[in-house]
């Protein structure tokens, strides 16, 4: 069984910057390569980046590119998403997920206020 627990989010102005913390529980976190998504209301869930199980290979959205990094630390079975020139457009609950798994966290809310 795998846990997800998100957090780090908050309310922050346009320009500010964030960190997401995405702790996982399970022995295959560090064989699994990790995501996060994001679900602005009345939208569908999107992908934002990814990162392969060393954290050698990493994508993003072409929205965050430049902006978001996203890296993880195997010692602490946790991923993070760290956030720059936040814009109102960034505005979701934002999850992690391992691909293709099923498991999703809870997610975590980012408002981002102009």
């Known amino acids: 069984q795998v846990q997800l627990v998100e957090s780090g989010g908050g309310l922050v102005q346009a320009g500010g910057s964030l960190r997401l913390s995405c702790a996982a529980s399970?022995?295959?976190?560090?064989?699994?390569?990790m995501g996060w998504y994001r679900q602005a209301p009345g939208k569908e869930r999107d992908f934002v980046a990814r990162?392969?199980?060393?954290?050698?290979?990493?994508s993003y959205a072409d929205a965050v590119k430049g902006r978001f990094t996203i890296s993880r630390d195997n010692t602490k079975n946790t991923v993070y998403l760290q956030m720059t020139s936040l814009s109102p457009e960034d505005t979701a609950i934002y999850y992690c997920?391992?691909?293709?798994?099923?498991?999703w966290g809870q997610g975590t809310q980012v408002t981002v206020s102009s």
């Open positions: 997920t391992i691909p293709y798994s099923g498991y």
């Open positions: 399970g022995r295959t976190f560090r064989l699994s390569d």
């Open positions: 990162i392969n199980w060393s954290g050698s290979i990493t």
